[in-house]
């Protein structure tokens, strides 16, 4: 379907200078173009979809009428971006997006001078733009800069901090607000509400021409008049339009925009480019436009997997087993049956999370903060010093966010909030800013933290359970993305003793002490090492911190070659712990530490990753087989 000669336009525009010279009709053309281009090509593939149909006109108008890439346009997290790389150079290389070798899911600066800054987490685009401008102003040059940021990334608070600062500094820069009123969920925006209150009172549609007639005519003016009107403009707009917020921050505001009418998009751009000082354009959109299935189903389209074109619908391949993510989430309702001080807390990813099921059966037990992980530990903690037990669910990633919230608020405090760390160790598709490769690091270090990894689903079901009957202090428990091992569960839970790990299978040449997903893993590399005549020991270690002591111990003093396997990056890990005990207990044993290296890990899937690294089951024999110094001569098949 995705063949040329079903597209007038699309497979001229190689460039943005290619778009620059169209009349309004054919980038009318262009846009429905390159929307059914999209849907053709990430029905085949999946990913992120519903946020890029609805900036199409935006993207299309932006580089139609600065000079990209000369002037920088800074996309804001980076899943919208999409329309921006199929004009930008990228059309053919769109089928190959967040596949191994292939190009990133969201916006990389290595990929293309068009991608002027990175991005993947939320709300970092005004404070990057804002750098951007400052260093212009210093080098006395003179590109425009724009930054394009979400409503849903307005529930961030460094998009706050940015304006503020924008305020102050005054330097010239453009923020265009892409409000679809949807972040991946329904956005949890305040400003939303106020917003749909303004534009929909009678007086401001009244108002509303007067005050564009003259903010028109405001440039025309003579220096010391404009001054003047310009403060008349902001007082106007401050009372009669919904940008009073912006206006108060030190911004210009327009809008708002109809986000699909290329020709007014053009218009203000064009209007806007020549201003001095700090503007925010308000342009409404709609997440998913133009393919009825993603209007409708905004949240499931947000990021798609492989799709029937006509109805929208997964295609899913077989049965699998369920998630970690719905194992999770159904857990959490089972307990907090029983235990009413139990809440749930998110940073806009109910579904991404599993608490929505917390949400359909306890709603008033349940909070959805937004972009918000900072706020969302904090506001745990607040909770927690009034006897509620917030369980706070937060990927990985996202959670390196908050991590002085963690220090200074949580565990400073001893205060006792559960951290569910979803989508931990390699996520797959979504590539280095999306990869859960640091959190045992950077729980580690910290007082009071206990740490814990599951082997299994049944085994995340009793940590659960374990970390919410833990009074003590703050716990976390970290889990990987994906399906589960499909092992049976059982209906009760159980207490796991704080710090003790579970001997899997004893042997007698090497011990294994593995964490979480990389138990399994272990287990699977075992046959290659018998095959090779090795009988390994293998330990599920299940506490990173505090660590069994016992056991240590007991491995050290019967093996001579010890081997950690975590799904971490290697430095400060689960392997770094475990040296560590290994120094301060003067133990000489040889150790050898396999996990993720000290580099940013790129998109792929998560077995291709595995394997590439060396940490899928056949990988992690051969490097146990090397550290002691065995010949393989069995290569042994692993299932
Ligand atoms: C710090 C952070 N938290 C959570 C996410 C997950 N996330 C990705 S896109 C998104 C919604 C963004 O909404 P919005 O900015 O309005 O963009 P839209 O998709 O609606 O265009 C969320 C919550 C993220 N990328 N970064």
């Known amino acids: 379907m995705t063949e040329i000669s079903n597209y007038k336009l699309l497979f001229n525009i190689n460039s943005p200078a290619d778009i620059r010279n169209l009349s309004v009709e054919e980038l009318k053309v262009l846009c429905s173009e390159i929307r059914q281009y999209m849907i053709d090509v990430i029905s085949e593939i999946g990913g992120h979809f519903g946020g890029g149909l609805g900036a199409v006109e935006l993207t299309v108008a932006l580089h139609k009428v600065f000079n990209t890439p000369d002037d920088k346009l800074i996309w804001d997290t980076g899943h919208q971006a999409y329309p921006h790389k199929i004009i930008t150079g990228r059309r053919d290389l769109l089928k190959t997006i967040r596949q191994l070798n292939g190009i990133s899911g969201f916006l990389k600066r290595s990929e293309s001078e068009y991608d002027v800054f990175g991005a993947g987490h939320a709300s970092t685009s005004i404070s990057a733009a804002l750098g951007i401008a400052v260093a212009r102003d210093l080098k006395k040059t003179n590109q425009k800069v724009i930054a394009v940021i979400g409503d849903g990334a307005m529930t961030g608070g460094m998009a706050y901090e940015a304006m503020n600062n924008s305020g102050l500094i005054k330097s010239d820069l453009i923020v265009v607000l892409n409000d679809n009123q949807m972040s991946i969920a329904p956005n949890k925006w305040q400003l939303s509400n106020y917003f749909t209150e303004v534009i929909s009172h009678p007086e401001f549609n009244k108002l509303k021409g007067a005050i564009w007639d003259l903010t028109g005519k405001l440039d025309q003016f003579g220096d010391r008049i404009r001054k003047a009107a310009v403060r008349l403009e902001h007082g106007i707009k401050a009372i009669v339009t919904p940008g009073m917020l912006f206006e108060a921050l030190g911004f210009r505001y327009f809008g708002p925009i109809n986000g699909h009418n290329i020709a007014q998009l053009i218009k203000i751009f064009e209007h806007v480019k020549n201003l001095s000082g700090p503007i925010l354009v308000h342009v409404i959109t709609e997440k998913g436009k133009g393919y009825k299935p993603a209007e409708t189903h905004t949240q499931k389209l947000h990021a798609a997997i492989p799709f029937d074109k006509i109805t929208g619908e997964a295609i899913k391949k077989s049965v699998t087993t369920p998630t970690y993510t719905e194992i999770f989430g159904k857990a959490l309702v089972e ?136 009074k003590d202090g703050p716990i976390a428990i970290r889990y990987p993305r994906g399906n589960a091992l499909g092992v049976t569960i059982s209906d009760k839970f159980e207490y796991i003793p704080i710090g003790k790990s579970e001997l899997i299978q004893a042997g007698s040449d090497i011990a294994i002490l593995a964490l979480g997903s990389m138990v399994d893993y272990a287990k699977k590399a075992t046959q290659i090492l018998l095959d090779n005549g090795i009988h390994p020991e293998i330990i599920n270690a299940r506490f990173i911190k505090p660590l069994d002591n016992e056991m240590l111990k007991n491995i050290a003093e019967r093996f001579e070659k010890i081997v950690t396997l975590e799904e971490n990056t290697l430095i400060g890990g689960f392997g770094s712990a475990v040296v560590e005990y290994f120094s301060d207990n003067n133990y000489k044993n040889d150790i050898l530490r396999i996990g993720l290296p000290d580099k940013f890990v790129e998109h792929g899937t998560q077995q291709q990753l595995h394997n590439l690294l060396g940490i899928d089951p056949q990988g992690i024999a051969y490097k146990i087989l090397k550290f002691i110094n065995k010949n393989i001569v069995n290569k042994g098949i692993v299932a």
């Open 335 to 470: 307990i907090a049956k029983e235990n009413p001080d139990v809440v749930g807390i998110t940073a806009a990813m109910p579904d991404g999370t599993g608490l929505d099921y917390l949400q359909k059966e306890f709603p008033e037990r349940y909070f959805d903060v937004g972009i918000a992980e900072e706020h969302a530990v904090t506001f745990a903690a607040g909770l927690a010093t009034q006897g509620i037990i917030p369980v706070v669910a937060i990927y990985s990633t996202f959670l390196q966010r908050a991590f002085d919230q963690i220090i200074h608020d949580v565990a400073l405090q001893n205060l006792h909030v559960v951290f569910a760390l979803d989508r931990a160790g390699l996520v797959g598709a979504d590539g280095p800013t999306h990869h859960g490769a640091f959190d045992l690091s950077y729980l580690r270090l910290i007082p009071n933290m206990v740490i814990m990894a599951p082997k299994d689903e049944a085994e995340l079901r009793n940590m659960l359970f374990t970390a919410i009957n833990y």
